[in-house]
């Protein structure tokens, strides 16, 4: 009775901390930019994949040290054969079983006997002309590519989710720019419904403002789903897919404060390029384990082993003899192998790593141009948005004196209301074209940023900018 009512207790705590969990959420603050960057910097997928990816590479290295440790095999086998026997040799294949022990003239096939036998063998390449440290350091060159792949994921990702974010301040502004413009088309259509109503305008003004005001509805509606859309693109690109966001657009409606005095870009820096270089070390530990593989293998072994048969020499079959070893034997002694007719092999494959190496060489070449083309398309954006941003201001207020004398002239029926919805999409599209422009400002540091591989000094700024 006592566990039903602590039972009881408990599932009514729970019911009650639910709604406050609910409200936890709901009351989440606004996201910022730099904090849509650190939500997908540890929630994306693709990061995790990247790490995951690096962390099973870096494997290999241990795996290529331990060819450096002796190798030891123990074996055991239990039989019941026959004894026959018969003199020559042949070739070593896998249907017929070796068997050991002289020519038995009064052998049958009928008869058999127990066998057995087991050992330990120990083997160790004592010397291989720096194959085992070729093979250690190719696998560190791929364990460092991977890393460095890391960078490159996180870079993108960072990326991706500011250059949502700012889609998201894109569309919002657009929806407030679309109902500011319902608004007015309501307040102006209110009006001429009053004047027509007095029989001071045709009828025909109150239908064509319907028909504007609902078309600015309509705009209204498209730039709300636009928003709506963007938003859970942002909440994919941050790792919290299907959950609703809510953004702090405050600093990014100002143009940035001034930058610092650019210096020149080092790209060898840039994490696509760092990454390049790692792959192109790969493919260089490659060739070097390649050319130290054309060489003898020395190997060392030592084998301590055991048989055991009831056949023996002199015709006799005992079943109490052959379950076990009876008869102990050791060995050691220096096993030199080599094989000539690898050097066809080795030949081609290393003809396919120059390929790869040129390969790779051409693609860190074009990424280097694609980041220089990057880096020279954002500053020209920078340049351009600026002039841009320096301009909307006048179109803005060139708008709004318009549509304010171009109502005031319908009022003295000296214009029409075709002219007055014009002047209102025009003042509209100001109003839109005035807050993207300020905000490609942010976008060209953005791909500036992007370019140089860090997003540290655009988050910088940003702080800059709120405080």
Same mark, same amino acid.
């Given at each position: 009775?006592?566990?039903? !009512?602590?039972?009881?207790?408990?599932?009514?705590?729970?019911?009650?901390?639910?709604?406050?969990?609910?409200?936890?959420?709901?009351?989440?603050?606004?996201?910022?930019?730099?904090?849509?960057?650190?939500?997908?910097?540890?929630?994306?997928?693709?990061?995790?994949?990247?790490?995951?990816?690096?962390?099973?590479?870096?494997?290999?290295?241990?795996?290529?040290?331990?060819?450096?440790?002796?190798?030891?095999?123990?074996?055991?086998?239990?039989?019941?054969?026959?004894?026959?026997?018969?003199?020559?040799?042949?070739?070593?294949? =896998?249907? +017929?079983?070796?068997?050991?022990?002289?020519?038995?003239?009064?052998?049958?096939?009928? %008869?058999?006997?127990?066998?057995?036998?087991?050992?330990?063998?120990?083997?160790?390449?004592?010397?291989?002309?720096?194959?085992?440290?070729?093979?250690? %350091?190719?696998?560190?060159?791929?364990?460092? %590519?991977? /890393?460095?792949? +890391?960078? #490159?994921?996180? &870079?993108?990702?960072?990326?991706?989710?500011? /250059?949502?974010?700012?889609?998201?301040?894109?569309?919002?502004?657009?929806?407030?720019?679309?109902?500011? @413009?319902?608004?007015?088309?309501?307040?102006?259509?209110?009006?001429?419904?009053?004047?027509?109503?007095?029989?001071?305008?045709?009828?025909?003004?109150?239908?064509?403002?319907?028909?504007? &005001?609902?078309?600015?509805?309509?705009?209204?509606?498209?730039? !709300?789903?636009?928003?709506?859309?963007?938003?859970?693109?942002?909440?994919?690109?941050?790792?919290?897919?299907?959950?609703?966001?809510?953004?702090?657009?405050?600093?990014?409606? /100002?143009?940035?404060?001034?930058?610092?005095?650019?210096?020149?870009?080092?790209?060898?820096?840039?994490?696509?390029?760092?990454?390049?270089?790692?792959?192109?070390?790969? +493919?260089?530990?490659?060739?070097?384990?390649?050319?130290?593989?054309?060489?003898?293998?020395?190997?060392?072994?030592?084998? #301590?082993?055991?048989?055991?048969?009831?056949?023996?020499?002199?015709?006799?079959?005992?079943?109490?003899?052959?379950?076990? =070893?009876?008869? =102990? @034997?050791?060995?050691?002694?220096?096993?030199?192998?080599?094989?000539?007719?690898? +050097?066809?092999?080795?030949?081609?494959?290393?003809?396919?790593?120059?390929?790869?190496?040129?390969? %790779?060489?051409?693609?860190?070449?074009?990424?280097?141009? !694609?980041?220089?083309?990057?880096?020279?398309?954002?500053?020209?954006?920078?340049?351009?948005?600026?002039?841009?941003?320096?301009?909307?201001?006048?179109?803005?207020?060139?708008?709004?004196?318009?549509?304010?004398? #171009?109502?005031?002239?319908?009022?003295?029926?000296?214009?029409?209301?075709?002219?007055?919805?014009?002047?209102?999409?025009?003042?509209?599209?100001?109003? #839109?074209?005035?807050?993207?422009?300020?905000?490609?400002?942010?976008?060209?540091?953005?791909?500036?940023?992007?370019?140089?591989?860090?997003?540290? =000094?655009?988050?910088?700024?940003?702080?800059?900018?709120?405080?």
């Amino acid at each position: 009775m006592t566990n039903i !009512k602590n039972h009881l207790i408990q599932l009514c705590l729970c019911l009650l901390a639910l709604p406050l969990a609910v409200a936890t959420q709901d009351n989440a603050p606004p996201l910022r930019l730099e904090n849509a960057v650190e939500l997908a910097l540890q929630h994306y997928p693709a990061i995790r994949a990247a790490q995951a990816q690096a962390a099973a590479v870096s494997g290999n290295t241990e795996l290529a040290r331990n060819a450096y440790l002796p190798r030891v095999e123990m074996d055991w086998q239990q039989t019941r054969g026959t004894r026959n026997n018969v003199f020559g040799q042949f070739f070593p294949q =896998p249907s +017929i079983p070796p068997i050991s022990g002289p020519l038995l003239a009064n052998s049958s096939f009928t %008869e058999s006997a127990w066998g057995s036998g087991g050992g330990v063998l120990l083997s160790w390449e004592v010397f291989d002309f720096g194959l085992r440290k070729a093979n250690v %350091e190719a696998a560190k060159s791929a364990t460092r %590519e991977a /890393e460095a792949r +890391i960078a #490159v994921t996180q &870079l993108d990702v960072a990326s991706a989710a500011a /250059e949502a974010f700012l889609r998201v301040v894109a569309a919002e502004q657009a929806v407030r720019a679309a109902q500011a @413009n319902v608004e007015r088309m309501e307040t102006f259509s209110k009006a001429v419904h009053v004047l027509v109503d007095n029989q001071l305008r045709p009828g025909a003004d109150a239908s064509r403002t319907d028909a504007e &005001l609902a078309a600015a509805r309509s705009v209204w509606i498209q730039a !709300k789903q636009n928003a709506a859309l963007t938003r859970v693109a942002l909440a994919e690109a941050i790792g919290q897919a299907g959950q609703a966001v809510t953004i702090d657009d405050a600093p990014l409606l /100002e143009p940035p404060p001034a930058p610092p005095t650019p210096t020149a870009t080092d790209f060898s820096l840039h994490p696509l390029m760092l990454a390049q270089k790692a792959a192109l070390n790969t +493919i260089q530990s490659r060739q070097q384990v390649l050319d130290r593989s054309f060489f003898p293998r020395f190997q060392w072994q030592t084998s #301590v082993f055991g048989r055991g048969s009831g056949a023996r020499v002199d015709g006799r079959l005992l079943n109490s003899r052959g379950l076990f =070893p009876d008869t =102990p @034997n050791w060995a050691t002694g220096l096993t030199i192998s080599f094989a000539p007719t690898d +050097i066809f092999n080795l030949r081609t494959r290393r003809r396919q790593e120059v390929d790869y190496l040129n390969a %790779e060489q051409a693609r860190s070449d074009l990424a280097l141009q !694609k980041l220089k083309a990057e880096q020279a398309g954002a500053q020209a954006l920078i340049a351009s948005a600026r002039e841009l941003a320096d301009n909307t201001p006048r179109q803005l207020q060139a708008a709004q004196e318009t549509e304010l004398r #171009v109502r005031r002239r319908y009022e003295a029926e000296l214009s029409t209301v075709t002219e007055v919805a014009e002047a209102q999409r025009l003042l509209a599209q100001a109003e #839109v074209e005035n807050a993207l422009a300020r905000l490609s400002l942010w976008r060209a540091q953005l791909a500036e940023a992007k370019a140089k591989g860090d997003l540290a =000094p655009l988050l910088d700024l940003l702080r800059k900018a709120r405080r």
